[in-house]
């Protein structure tokens, strides 16, 4: 008698641990399932569903102290995270050939402008994906020309830092762009965005960055 | 034969395993907005061809992009945006004669409708004509080309299209 009441909870419970994870398979694949039709079929739709907190991205870094970096500008002159402390920053990961990035830059300079005067500023760091250094001269001045043109076209009005892929992996390993992380007055991330949203949803980081 | 407690035995550890294993697949289906780190193209075919010796001739290659992303085409609209291009390396003993790209579809971003992409999406294939010395080469084509989401962007990459090529 008690051998069969063992048994049939150990059956009892086996089954209830395929049916919920059953469930939560399905749950899961329908979550996924609308989320990739999200994004195919309209940003619009995805930039919507990022404002209401369904696809907001969520860093490992969100929380701590932005890593410290310095890296050159297109002027040659070294640019420190750290000299920033005491102002809310965008690091902003972007690259020339990547589209998205285009979309959102006229957008960050507005931003930039709109907040400057609070003590907001911008860090364009650009990642070519090649892992140029200053030592390979000719992808570094290939890459850093066509930065400048860039620059030049879209009137950025905040420092462009070269040489992004050398900092990507104490940010996570940064490689889908644009990837932005907000960082606050005291050096800490509060916000993160991987991929192009919406103008509304960087304001609101840029916000959240001013204010803690 | 076993025991009727050994069946009953056996029977409960299989389920258990199975039960750890749907579990194991659930919580492997971890949420991510990255997009995927394998290549996002993938050469299909031919991975042998039959030439004439030192005669330029026609091969089609054959490639195909993951659903949901597309790539630049061999002539973007923007100067900044990176062409897709076939190349097949110097003394591999056959040589790229000339290169003839599908030209691209037009789209645009959500966000920025008049800006107007020229990309490949699904497949699509590059119709090269190579002129190959006598002999049994195995050669790696490279196709390089950059690939986007409609929200994110990979680098730049460089895949390999293996072609063993027989001229005779």
Redesign the interface.
């Known amino acids: 008698m008690k051998?069969n009441t063992i048994?049939s909870f150990?059956?009892l419970f086996?089954l209830a641990?395929?049916a919920w994870?059953?469930w939560?398979?399905w749950e899961?694949?329908k979550?996924?399932a609308a989320r990739?039709a999200a994004?195919?079929a309209?940003?619009?739709?995805?930039?919507a569903d990022t404002s209401s907190g369904t696809?907001v991205?969520h860093s490992p870094l969100t929380g701590k102290p932005a890593p410290d970096f310095t890296l050159d500008d297109l002027n040659g002159k070294a640019v420190s995270l750290a000299n920033y402390r005491g102002k809310a920053v965008m690091i902003n990961f972007w690259?020339?050939?990547?589209?998205?990035?285009?979309?959102e830059t006229p957008w960050i300079v507005e931003l930039r402008d709109k907040y400057a005067s609070q003590g907001f500023e911008v860090l364009g760091v650009s990642?070519?994906?090649?892992d140029a250094t200053p030592k390979d001269k000719t992808l570094w001045d290939k890459d850093k020309a066509?930065i400048a043109?860039?620059a030049q076209q879209k009137k950025l009005p905040y420092p462009v830092l070269l040489g992004g892929d050398g900092i990507s992996k104490p940010y996570g390993g940064v490689?889908?762009?644009?990837t932005s992380f907000f960082v606050n007055r005291k050096g800490v991330v509060v916000a993160t965005e991987?991929?192009?949203?919406?103008e509304s949803d960087l304001e609101a980081d840029i916000q959240k960055a001013l204010k803690d | 034969m076993l025991g009727r407690?050994s069946r009953?035995g056996i029977g409960?550890a299989l389920?258990?395993g199975?039960?750890a294993i749907?579990?194991g697949?659930?919580i492997s289906?971890t949420?991510s907005?990255?997009?995927p780190?394998t290549p996002p193209v993938a050469y299909l075919y031919p991975e042998q061809v039959h030439l004439p010796a030192g005669k330029a001739s026609e091969v089609a290659l054959h490639f195909r992009i993951v659903e949901?992303m597309h790539i630049n085409s061999h002539t973007p609209h923007?100067d900044?945006?990176?062409p897709t291009t076939f190349s097949i390396p110097t003394g591999a003993g056959v040589r790229l004669d000339s290169a003839k790209y599908p030209a691209g579809n037009d789209i645009s971003?959500?966000?920025?409708p008049n800006?107007k992409?020229n990309v490949y999406s699904g497949e699509f294939v590059v119709q090269t004509h190579m002129v190959a010395t006598p002999g049994n080469h195995l050669i790696k084509g490279t196709l390089h080309f950059?690939a986007?989401?409609?929200?994110?962007?990979?680098?730049?990459q460089t895949i390999t299209a293996a072609i063993d090529v027989v001229a005779k």
């Open positions: 051998r048994v150990a059956v086996i641990t395929f994870a059953g939560a398979n899961y694949r979550q996924a990739s994004m195919a309209s940003g619009a739709d995805l930039a696809l991205f690259a020339t050939w990547c589209t998205p990035c285009q979309i990642s070519q994906g090649d066509a043109k860039f490689e889908d762009l644009p991987m991929g192009l949203t919406s | 407690n009953i409960i389920a258990a199975c039960a749907a579990f697949q659930f289906n949420p907005h990255a997009l780190k949901g923007d900044f945006l990176i971003l959500p966000s920025a800006m992409l950059q986007c989401n409609m929200s994110q962007c990979l680098p730049p």
